[in-house]
């Protein structure tokens, strides 16, 4: 039976600002939004049923368009000793760092990456996340890097949540290929992208451009083997440094480019030129205490569509909440709190390939909304995390979280 969501306002995110309908209706079937609109212009909709929200909010489905949230063990340690002040170039030559969760990963069965990957999935869940991305790139070889992918569909499959799976194989270097840089991207192009994109486990493919990690001929060399393949690209760019890898991604037209500290009002005008995305962390901005902030005022200038993301990884940003990234988002970044929302709905779904059905309450998408008991939009950002008041709905359903926990 199709269902009419009254008693409420809803800040739809269409165009990416709040486009607030007070005093709303919404008319779902099945698992998309038929339609929305002023409950004093609804169109008589015959035999349906009622559920009155209680002057709730409501905001489309949060989605989470950066994450690696399937690992293996974490690094509380690690980041308990540089406290302690062990440097961190000690604990990387020990074999700590990303290494030490490559081999937790590539130790952990499925299963176990599967049950450690859910708790926080639905951590997410619980606070109004309906759709996520996963990236692998601590397996680094082609068993492991499927494994993490696997998992990353069968969260999909068993979870009230939409999963997004991007193939991170060039994220480090494993140790066995040591020295061997270009090796393993060539290993990567010729057997890991086809044979995964040929299991149907790749939705974008993605790369770390970095002197830590990759160099843009590396990276472009497997932006060409995704091309090649048919699958869209993003990539990890300016994070610590600026080698215009932004601009690359550009150039392949790539969904997004993430964390982007040190982009260049150049880079910004490349990416507005392909509408690609600009996804910024503020968890592992904040983590690494970094300084040198993403210029908010050349992505708004050029019109560069700005999402937020929690980078969920072990490392550089354990954040379990993409709410409490919406006020670091605002907080760190001074992006308004109208900006962090289209951050985690709008332009976090074009971020992913998916604004033609995602990301904005619009009849027609998809029937994924957060019906929230505040009193203005606002207060999204505001309250620093925590798990707000409301319900969350995906494809139509309310989703009952305690019962699925
Ligand atoms: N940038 C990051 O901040 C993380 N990966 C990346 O490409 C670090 C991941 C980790 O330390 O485990
Ligand atoms: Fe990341």
């Known amino acids: 039976m199709k269902k009419l969501w009254h008693h409420c306002h809803a800040a739809t995110m269409t165009g990416g600002k709040y486009s607030v309908i007070e005093d709303a209706a919404i008319l779902t079937g099945g698992a998309r939004i038929e339609w929305i609109g002023p409950r004093a212009a609804a169109p008589d909709f015959g035999d349906v049923e009622h559920i ?14 950066h994450t690696h949230l399937v690992f293996g063990g974490d690094r509380s340690g690690e980041f308990e000793e540089r406290l302690e002040g062990v440097s961190y170039a000690e604990i990387a030559a020990r074999g700590g760092g990303i290494a030490s969760t490559v081999r937790a990963t590539r130790e952990a069965s499925e299963d176990a990456l599967f ?3 859910k708790a926080r999935a639905l951590g997410l869940l619980r606070e109004g996340v309906t759709m996520l991305e996963v990236k692998s790139g601590y397996g680094l070889d082609l068993a492991n890097e499927r ?4 998992v990353a569909r069968r969260l999909g499959a068993t979870l009230p949540l939409n999963v997004r799976a991007t ?33 149907g486990l790749v939705d974008a493919v993605d790369a770390f451009c970095e002197h830590i990690a990759f160099s843009p001929q590396q990276v472009e060399r497997v932006f ?4 090649d393949l048919g699958v869209p690209v993003k990539l990890h760019a300016e994070q610590l440094s600026s080698l215009h890898g932004s601009s690359l991604a550009a150039r392949y037209r790539a969904l997004s480019a993430d964390h982007l500290e040190y982009m260049t ?4 005008a490349a990416m507005a030129q392909s509408g690609t995305v ?38 550089t940003s354990p954040a379990l909440s993409l709410r409490l990234m919406l006020n670091m988002g605002c907080t760190l970044f001074r992006l308004t709190p109208e900006e962090a929302l289209a951050g985690v709905t709008n332009h976090a779904a074009q971020a992913l390939g998916l604004q033609a059905t995602h990301g904005s309450l619009e009849a027609g998408k998809a029937a994924d909304f957060v019906a929230w008991r505040i009193g203005r939009p606002a207060e999204l950002s505001y309250w620093l995390g925590g798990v707000l008041p409301g319900r969350v709905v995906r494809g139509g359903s309310q989703v009952d979280i305690e019962r699925i926990a």
């Not at 494994?147 to 696997?150: D, E, G, V």
């Open 52 to 65: 009155d929200l209680d002057g709730a909010w409501v905001t489309p489905g949060l989605i989470d368009c």
């Open 115 to 117: 049950e450690a990957a």
């Open 147 to 150: 494994k993490m992918l696997a």
């Open 167 to 199: 193939c991170l194989a060039a994220h480090a270097l494993p140790p066995e290929y040591a020295n061997r840089a270009d090796d393993y991207i060539a290993y990567i192009c010729d057997e890991m992208l086809p044979a995964l994109a040929a299991e």
């Open 224 to 227: 060409r083997c995704a091309r």
């Open 265 to 268: 009002d150049d880079d910004a």
């Open 278 to 315: 600009a996804v910024l962390l503020p968890g592992a901005f904040y983590m690494l205490r970094e300084t040198q902030l993403p210029p908010i005022d050349a992505l708004r200038r050029h019109g560069v569509p700005i999402a937020l993301a929690s980078d969920l990884n072990p490392g």
